[in-house]
């Protein structure tokens, strides 16, 4: 999957921006106080886009 649908998704899910590091960027939920770090890769495997949505205590992305 695409790096801007997983980005998206996050986005609509509630969680913010947190900051970005050097490899990756930082997602922040307020909701469950987790965060999470997407990859700087134009792909992202669905296993880890749905790895980062549980770590983020939100609804596991589906393939669209």
Do not use: Q
Not at 3 to 27: D, M, N, P, Q
Not at 34 to 41: E, V, Y
């Amino acid at each position: 999957m695409k790096r801007a649908e997983l980005i998206r998704h996050l986005l609509e899910s509630g969680c913010v921006f947190e900051k970005e590091g050097k490899k990756h960027t930082i997602f922040y939920n307020p909701e469950s106080w987790k965060s999470a770090a997407i990859p700087r890769h134009k792909e992202i495997n669905t296993f880890t886009a749905r790895g980062i949505c549980k770590d983020l205590e939100i609804e596991v992305i589906r393939k669209r």
